[in-house]
């Protein structure tokens, strides 16, 4: 069959179709897929013939999307057989056949009756084949072929996933990498160039570029610095079809950051400082804070401060504070307006992470120097302690005295002090103080479980100037009452096992308390004395804050009561005590010997009928053992029941089939066989089957004449009376079978039974040219021609 297509739609296609065409002449413009056939044909045996196959080209080409009208011409099948009389029919089968695809069943024209998209399917495999038309039978085996979906431009490049965020780090040479982009475009990439995707950069020039290829976005620029400008936002655009004119495009937003390195050293904005400090000034305090400023930012920027020389380095320290990059400048020893009223340092800041790449920009430190005025002042007061380290219960009333602070002017002045406390604005006030005496009392009712310890400022200020301040820490420690009883320290999963023996010890509990040491532990267990006596379970202080569950009772059953509660109270070792109530759930369950849990789940049927496992699985024996022996019995006696004859209808021997010993030579006689189908010579001819006989050859003619003139049936009986009558003819019990072959017939006996009384001249030489297979019975009619010799 010939498959035309006219589907040329471009010069790619019409080189495909030409080389179809030309392909199928070649081949005797026939497209065929031979396969194993079998040919009847009345009269004559099956033949097989060996697979031919022979491969050619076998596609079609249908437009995507095509929009037209009318349905799309994909192509045309012929058959050679076809004389254009209309005699044969084509069909067309396979992915679409009948719903995408139709055919003219006359002609053979294919076409498309949808609009098709290649991006969901990209081909099609159908089946053709030419039948006739009058007697519908195929005239040329089914051929295979494949409508494939030509491609068009109809998608354009995608950025599955943008848009990007990405960094790189400033100071980075012209050409580091920044980000690859992809975008990824569902036309065909192996036809033409709808899916040839070229890359381009629409936003961002001139500090970043894009290889048009790989869509690698590099930097365009040298040394770009982030302290000059950290954010770029740079559009790529995709473009299909090479870029070309036409082609489809889409594009994407790459926000690129530049990240810091520390490139810039630190300055300090002044050479020279100068800071006041009172002599009043309390040894250990900030009296100061330096800075020195970096551009860098995170780690780039940390720094230290140190103070290299002057003739203050005994009497101030300098610290660095680590979150504000600052200089915290302390005292270390008292001043003394007196004694000195100014004091010189030089400070130095230097950064703590150096970058060796950008060692040339350094050095990466500065100093400055800082001038200190001590000033002549009034001291403000002085706290009697340095510290203050006060304790309250909980849940004391509100208004509770704490305790007091004391502070006096050290001037001669000795004016009255006024005490407040320093609250953050979002701390809650626990505390207040009285402002003239500095008695601390709460406000509060507190909760040494919530918070033990508190922490509070307190500063003084002298009346007649309230300028001057002086700050002491007060540490306010809650103390613990007993306001928490005693708890389970967990949810307790309690099993029993059925096979419990009385007092015996199934599990172990503990508690908790959320008192402190002093009022909780040690705990005491017991049963509630309102409730009656547990008959089932009892329960043992162990006196070291566990105690043990006891069975007072021999086995639990789970189909009576599968699961028990049992009340138990906890009590403290507080004062005064305090104590709680819990109820344990305690489950029964069946257990191995070992005491190993096996199931807790209630077995209904077992239980109902008061068996256990093992029981049923001997039950489960027992009855296996019955049913086998009923088997064998069943099997003995059918087997003791064959029949002694095996075939009602093989008349030619009698087969006597018994246990007991037999008679010799007299159960030979008995049974001649030569009497039983001759009943005229039933009397006369008795041999011994063990011996050939000596036959006497009797004329045929009065054989017959004395056959004629016996009555078989009577034979019969006589036999069968001479078997009951005599008892000493073995075996006693026996199946007799006699039988008579008839008249006479013109062919002659073909019975081997009496083969013995008859001598035939046929000569049996030529079974030894027989082969090895007729060896034993050529050597058998030789020993017999043999004997008649002798």
Known sequence: MKITSTSCICPVLVCLCFVQRCYGTAHHSSIKVTRNQTKHIEGETEVHHRPKRGWVWNQFFVLEEHMGPDPQYVGKLHSNSDKGDGSVKYILTGEGAGTIFIIDDTTGDIHSTKSLDREQKTHYVLHAQAIDRRTNKPLEPESEFIIKVQDINDNAPKFTDGPYIVTV?????????VLQVTATDADDPTYGNSARVVYSILQGQPYFSVDPKTGVIRTALHNMDREAREHYSVVIQAKDMAGQVGGLSGSTTVNITLTDVNDNPPRFPQKHYQLYVPE????????????????????????TYSIINGDGMGIFSISTDKETREGILSLKKPLNYEKKKSYTLNIEGANTHLDFRFSHLGPFKDAT?????????????????PSYVMEVYENAKIGTIVGTVLAQDPDSANSLVRYFINYNAEDDRFFNIDANTGTIKTTKVLDREETPWYNITVTASENDNPDLLSHVTVGIRVLDVNDNPPELAREYDIVVCENSKPG??????????????????????????HLPVNPNFT?????????????????????VQDVYYLPIMISDGGIPSLSSSSTLTIRV???????????????????????STGALIAILLCVLILLAIV?????????????LIISEEDVRENVVTYDDEGGGEEDTEAFDITALRNPSAAEELKYRRDIRPEVKLTPRHQTLSTLESIDVQEFIKQRLAEADLDPSVPPYDSLQTYAY??????????????????QSDQDYHYLGDWGPEFKKLAELYGEIESERTT
Do not use: W, Y
């Open 169 to 177: 780090p400033e100071m980075s040479d012209m050409g580091t990498s």
């Open 280 to 303: 009043s000034a309390q040894v250990g305090s900030a009296v100061g804070k330096i800075k020195a400023n970096d551009a860098d930012t995170g780690s780039n920027a940390d720094m």
């Open 369 to 385: 120097m800082l001038k200190i005025i001590v000033g002549d002042v009034d001291e403000p007061p002085l706290f009697s302690m």
């Open 504 to 529: 015996q010890v199934i599990h172990t509990i503990s508690a908790t308390d959320k008192d402190d040491f002093a009022n909780g532990p040690r705990f005491n267990f017991f049963l509630d004395e």
């Open 539 to 559: 329960l043992k202080d162990n006196e070291d804050n566990t105690a043990s569950i006891l069975t007072r009772r021999r086995r639990f059953s789970r189909t």
């Open 589 to 611: 369950c069946a257990c191995e010997r070992d005491g190993r849990v096996r199931t807790c789940h209630a077995e209904a049927f077992l239980s109902s009928a008061g068996l």
């Open 631 to 643: 088997v064998i019995f069943i099997t003995l006696r059918r087997s003791k029941k064959e029949p």
């Open 741 to 758: 072959e008839g008249q006479r017939s013109e062919a002659g006996s073909i019975s081997s039974l009496d083969s013995a009384t008859t």
